[in-house]
């Protein structure tokens, strides 16, 4: 007996709905559940599912909360089909060096010289993988981030996510690694994208 993979159902906007919530929201539980279960896979050895969880709900409460961050799930006819936040980035980011050398968006240490948001915990539902909603919750993102005043947006993927660096190039981000040599080592692969230009 064959079988072929069923169809992940077109989006219809008439049915989706973005929410800002807090971590505690237990409409947050299937991000959290469904970001830790994909960690916990491919990155084995990495961090437990219940520490993964753990940290995402305690460590970045506060990050994900404005005015300076925010948390958005993307709801279809009410049940959280994907989500993702931001903060403010602070920390020297990573990439290559000569990539790294723009005075414009790095001061000499690394760290950010505009205010930036760092997008982090990007999810798709398991089950409604492949249906553009990764695109919905990255234009979302980007909307907040840029209403609540900042001019550039900076991101890390994973070694194990090719997905995700497909995603990031389609949208116009700019890679600060060497694409072709994707995967490469087990650093952070970085992208930055700018929502005003400098």
């Not at 980011?93 to 001061?107: S, T």
């Not at 249906?131 to 909307?143: F, K, T």
Request: no cysteine; proline share 11%; net charge negative.
């Amino acid at each position: 007996m064959t079988t072929t993979p069923l169809q992940a159902a077109p989006l219809d906007p008439a049915r989706l709905t973005a929410r800002d919530v807090r971590l505690q929201d237990p409409l947050v539980g299937p991000l959290l559940d469904g970001l830790a279960h994909e960690y916990s896979t491919r990155y084995t050895g990495l961090l437990t599912p219940a520490q993964l969880r753990d940290e995402l709900e305690h460590d970045g409460a506060e990050e994900f909360a404005a005015p300076g961050g925010a948390l958005v799930l993307v709801l279809e006819d009410d049940e959280p089909v994907a989500g993702g936040a931001y903060r403010r980035r602070t920390e020297p980011e990573h990439g290559d060096p000569a990539r790294l050398a723009d005075p414009a968006a790095r001061a000499a240490d690394g760290a950010p010289a505009v205010p930036t948001a760092e997008l982090k915990r990007i999810w798709t539902h398991a089950a409604h993988r492949r249906r553009g909603l990764a695109r919905v919750v990255l234009a979302e993102l980007e909307q907040r981030a840029a209403a609540a005043g900042y001019p550039r947006v900076y991101l890390t993927t994973g070694p194990k996510q090719p997905e995700a660096v497909g995603l990031y190039l389609a949208a116009g981000y700019t890679p600060l690694f060497d694409p072709a040599s994707y995967p490469g080592d087990a650093v952070p692969h970085a992208f930055e994208k700018w929502l005003v230009t400098p």
